[in-house]
């Protein structure tokens, strides 16, 4: 076996800690075996968020949402992945595709506010309907409060965050994998929202404080 051939199998091998440990030193081979765990993960929550505006959407902005990503991962000596914090029960790959939807919709709030894009005016309207925690939060120094927040939810709850908020499933889709009614979809969303903000405003004026 090639010495090539070994390190991948040794990278394959990898918990997420000690991905992200390596991440963190800037170890190439973690950050490649990073982009091969995580990269369909990555695209298809850019994807969910870019689909609605197709007619606007080329591959190449697809691209560049991908690599404001890994700038955004990478800045300020990495503080996003030091944010991170699995031994409170998150998992890394959620973690990821949270930063990935929340950066695909700064890029088009970005674009839309071009006068040539018309069509992506509506991503404006979408990131506007009121202060949620979760758009808020999209905010660069704001993710250390996000995370905060999420851990503090039931387990049950943090399913409902990821799948409704992050995975942007339907309420019938929620529903169906979460085997409860529509109906107790859009009040869970309710709750948590209130709960999310109520929190959120508390720890934001803290933190600025």
């Not at 697809?62 to 031994?87: C, K, S």
Request: hydrophobic share 40%; with cysteine.
């Amino acid at each position: 076996m090639t010495e090539n051939a070994r390190a991948r199998l040794s990278a394959e091998d990898f918990t997420d800690q000690e991905l992200l440990e390596r991440m963190i030193e800037r170890d190439a081979l973690a950050w490649r075996e990073f982009a091969r765990r995580y990269d369909r993960l990555i695209y298809r929550c850019i994807h969910k968020v870019t689909g609605r505006f197709r007619n606007s959407i080329v591959p190449e902005d697809i691209q560049e949402i991908y690599g404001q990503l890994m700038v955004n991962l990478t800045a300020h000596d990495m503080r996003r992945l030091r944010a991170f914090a699995p031994e409170k029960g998150n998992k890394f790959g959620s973690w990821i595709g949270l930063l990935a939807t929340n950066t695909a919709w700064d890029f088009l709030r970005t674009v839309a506010r071009q006068p040539a894009c018309a069509e992506l005016a509506e991503a404006e309207k979408i990131g506007a309907l009121g202060p949620s925690p979760l758009d808020e939060c999209s905010k660069r120094q704001q993710w250390e409060i996000l995370a905060r927040m999420v851990e503090r939810l039931s387990e049950k709850d943090r399913l409902f965050v990821q799948l409704y908020f992050v995975d942007g499933l339907s309420a019938e889709e929620v529903a169906e994998a979460m085997e409860i009614s529509v109906k107790t979809v859009y009040s869970k969303k309710h709750k948590i929202r209130c709960r999310l903000e109520a929190e959120y405003s508390a720890e934001y004026e803290a933190a600025s404080a």
